[in-house]
């Protein structure tokens, strides 16, 4: 989770990775949603937002990295899953 650009990385595309590019973020999203159902109130919708928007975000930045860090193989792998699901 993150960008570490002086780390030696691999592009991970097996196990749940194989299902969604983002397992990490969307286990994160859908517990916040659990979470609105539990307790329904209005800071927390606006919270699931600004927590989503923050998340986007981050996955853009991801992406960037990895497409600069692995080219093509990450072109691929884009084709091949999906964002979330």
Known sequence: MGITENENVKLVTTGLFAISRNPIYLGLGISFFG??????????IVF??????????????????????????FVDYKRQVRKWL
Do not use: R, T
């Not at 979470?35 to 927390?44: C, L």
């Not at 937002?49 to 960037?64: A, L, N, P, R, T």
């Open 48 to 73: 699931i937002f600004i927590m989503w928007y923050g998340v986007h975000e981050k996955i853009k930045d991801e992406e960037e990295f990895l497409l600069a860090k692995f080219g093509g193989d």
């Open 35 to 44: 979470f609105i159902f539990i307790a329904p109130n209005v800071v927390g």
